[in-house]
């Protein structure tokens, strides 16, 4: 990547930045899940687990402790304020903004693309609220998107290598090692692993992508046999990379234990001596090993029996259609000078943007496979692994900001579609009238955009406006209010 490609996407995320960390410790009180999240990091960093104050003993939580640690960091550098409790989340926040744009730029070869991609996400309604909130779920996203972004490197890689065997004189459509460029430790798909495993380890929902990433490395492995006329493209790739699966499967659970540390190395955490307080044997390392799967045990119930109605639940069909808001934080006493006034946080995308979603992907589909792309696959991919196992869940309580890590691939889709309208196909000269309007496409949809954003802003961040101002921004009515 050059430098001016570096400066363009640290540009992006210098936006991001500021209209993320400005007023940051407003308001200046726990809002929605903060109530649970913020003191759970603050008593992992005086006693290294959860802590029920009430009860005088370990708390019970059901998410793993990473995402919290992670919050934690923010409080042990600024203080227990709501500064300090937010700060990592923006943090990363801005971070998943550098990344995308990044891994735009990696994979459309587009600057323009690339910066378009962290332009979208810097001015998403609801990527700008989670990064805001002493929540877990920007930790999450941070994650799956940057074991993607993992992987993508190690196809380049990959390729790169078959390149040079082939350049080299070797034979693919050889028998045996001759076939094959020589044994190289695919490093970037073990970073991949780790950054599921630490995906994991802020919540298990991360476990969704990891039939995502096996099904992306076989497809491109077979890709890359069958592309240099490998004689067994298919079952080379699984015998070739089986080994290297099974130890990135190991990497996951490796790192993910890693984020328990805090429980291991302490005697107070929940179930920490499940066998012995029953009076059972608990022997050194395995001991610990099952008292934390019972924990993981009831862990699981919890979420499989989380049924509760709630006000604010909306199942995954509405996500995308932005079907249900979710309010964080409420306060009509603050002035506007008007005599009604209201200050809200609402988690809510920004509208135009969302409402693309659907169509980009329909569209993805569509040039994805009109043009035998790879990037529409991956983007596909990737999107449903994301989504649609939340609809086999449809008695469960669901959220909104459920669908964030989704929000990345779904970003990709629309980029990858503007930049579809703006280029020729395959094989044929580029089109100049073409790019232009592509172009211009591109440039006018970023900007409403951000229009779209800045118009939602005060609801966005807690802004005291007269409430008639807040009614015109709940343009679905009693599904946003």
């Known amino acids: 990547m050059t430098a001016p490609a570096w400066f363009a996407a640290f540009a992006v995320a210098t936006i991001g930045a500021v209209i993320r960390i400005a007023n940051l410790g407003s308001p200046n009180s726990e809002i929605f899940d903060e109530v649970h999240y913020v003191g759970d990091a603050n008593d992992m960093l005086t006693r290294g687990v959860e802590w029920d104050v009430i009860g005088n003993g370990p708390a019970y939580v059901v998410h793993p402790p990473l995402g919290k640690w992670m919050i934690a960091a923010g409080i042990k550098a600024f203080g227990y304020d709501s500064f300090g409790w937010r700060i990592g989340a923006a943090v990363i926040g801005v971070a998943t903004i550098l990344m995308i744009t990044r891994v735009a730029h990696r994979l459309f070869g587009s600057l323009v693309l690339g910066c378009a991609a962290g332009l979208l996400m810097a001015f998403d309604g609801m990527h700008f609220v989670l990064s805001r909130s002493a929540l877990l779920d920007i930790f999450l996203m941070f994650f799956v998107l940057a074991a993607f972004g993992a992987l993508v490197l190690d196809r380049d890689q990959r390729r790169e290598r078959w390149a040079r065997f082939v350049a080299d004189g070797g034979d693919p459509g050889a028998s045996g090692p001759a076939s094959r460029p020589a044994f190289a430790v695919p490093w970037w798909r073990l970073a991949s692993a780790a950054l599921l495993g630490c995906a994991t380890g802020v919540k298990w929902s991360a476990l969704a992508f990891l039939p995502a990433l096996l099904i992306l490395v076989m497809w491109w492995e077979i890709g890359v046999r069958r592309r240099h006329g490998a004689r067994r493209p298919v079952l080379d790739a699984f015998l070739d990379e089986l080994l290297w699966l099974v130890v990135c499967f190991a990497i996951v659970v490796v790192v993910y234990l890693a984020t328990w540390s805090g429980w291991f190395l302490t005697d107070t955490g929940y179930y920490r001596h499940w066998l012995r307080d029953r009076g059972l044997s608990e022997p050194f390392f395995f001991g610990d090993l099952r008292n934390l799967i019972e924990y993981h045990h009831a862990a699981l119930q919890f979420h499989l029996q989380l049924d509760d109605a709630h006000p604010f639940a909306s199942p995954a069909w509405t996500w995308l259609v932005l079907g249900r ?18 200050a809200e946080i609402v988690l809510l995308g920004t509208p ?51 669908a964030l890590p989704a929000e990345p691939f779904l970003i990709l889709a629309v980029v990858f579609t503007l930049g579809m309208l703006a280029s020729s196909p395959r094989g044929m000269p580029q089109d100049f009238a073409r790019l232009q309007t592509g172009t211009v496409i591109a440039g006018a949809f970023v900007i409403l955009v951000v229009l779209n954003f800045a118009f939602f802003f005060p609801i966005y ?17 009693n599904r946003w209010a």
């Open 461 to 477: 961040s807690g802004e005291s406006i007269p409430t008639l101002d807040w009614a015109k921004r709940m343009w679905l009515g």
């Open 325 to 342: 808001s979710l309010p964080f934080y409420i306060d009509r006493s603050v002035p506007c000078g008007a005599t009604d006034c209201i």
């Open 352 to 402: 135009l943007l969302w409402w693309s979603f659907l169509p980009a992907l329909l569209l993805t589909a569509w040039f994805g496979v009109a043009r035998r792309d790879w990037r529409a696959g991956a983007i596909l991919v990737m999107s449903a692994f994301a989504l649609v196992p939340w609809f086999f869940f449809s008695t469960r309580t669901m959220f909104y900001f459920y």
